[in-house]
């Protein structure tokens, strides 16, 4: 963490503050099961409700357990995390069922007109969670967003995101593993060089390791995920292009 941090610290020094912010951005605030909203609140929160484990027998569906007290003025969009099963070499139906269930169940508790999946499928299971998309996208009311979490590195490429069937792809900036500075670093010097559904539409970020401002800047949704939760907290200040 300490070698993200430098690496951070060293395009700030840079003067990597270039990019005006979209005209509407917003920022979401990702609640997980032990998690608050921030304060003050957002106007828009993804909030986890249900968890599908995947294993050798049938799925486990643990819902939300601990209460959370929302803001009357914010938006909720419903959150369906998927714990996949490593040693699969496909998703199996009953699997796809279970899942794509859960996230019409969720679908009925929006308030923002989104529902998300979050499913951070290993390799071998990259065609399955494609046509999981696609499916999902197929059985939710036409009305209704579809949105996806993606890992970072399915951005450098087209095999996992070209064509998807989803309303936005969120890819996630941070828990990125030894070489989380370089692959920073080339997200805010080369955007180029990400799948165009990854380059300012939405992405997800952490409070506690925030990136450049540069890269914050130009994604029109924020997701902002706090990782000592319950603890309070405020998001970090995005600062201007002419006030960093």
């Known amino acids: 963490m300490s070698g993200l941090r430098h ?3 060293l395009l700030l020094a840079a003067g990597n503050l270039a ?3 979209p005209a509407s951005a917003q920022d979401v605030a990702w609640i997980w099961p032990a998690g608050d909203l921030p304060d ?3 106007a828009e929160a993804a909030v986890l409700v249900e968890s599908v484990i995947l294993g050798s027998g049938p799925p486990r ?4 357990r601990r209460a959370l007290l929302v803001d009357p003025g914010t938006r909720v969009t419903p959150v369906v995390h998927v714990q996949p099963d490593r040693a699969a070499g496909a998703l199996a139906d009953r699997d796809a069922q279970v899942i794509v269930a859960a996230l019409l169940r969720a679908q009925r508790r929006t308030t923002s007109g989104w529902v998300q999946l979050d499913f951070e499928a290993p390799l071998a299971l990259r065609e399955s969670w494609r046509a999981l998309v696609a499916e999902v996208r197929r059985r939710l009311p036409a009305g209704t967003r579809l949105s996806v979490t993606a890992l970072a590195s399915w951005c450098s490429g087209s095999a996992w995101l070209h064509d998807l069937a989803a309303d936005e ?3 996630m900036f941070f ?3 030894p070489d989380a500075g370089a692959w920073i670093w080339s997200a805010v010097e080369h955007p180029e060089r990400l799948h165009p559904s990854c380059r300012e539409g939405a992405a997800g970020f952490s409070v506690q390791v925030p990136p450049p ?3 914050q800047r130009r994604y029109a949704r ?3 995920f706090h990782e000592q939760a319950p603890r309070p907290y405020t998001l970090p200040r995005v600062p201007s292009p002419n006030n960093p």
Request: overall charge positive; hydrophobic content about 50%.
């Open 7 to 9: 690496a951070l610290a």
């Open 19 to 21: 990019g005006a912010p």
């Open 40 to 42: 003050p609140p957002l």
């Open 61 to 64: 569906i643990e819902p939300r």
């Open 169 to 171: 792809v969120v890819p």
């Open 175 to 177: 828990h990125l593993g």
């Open 213 to 215: 401002a540069a890269l």
């Open 222 to 224: 924020r997701y902002w």
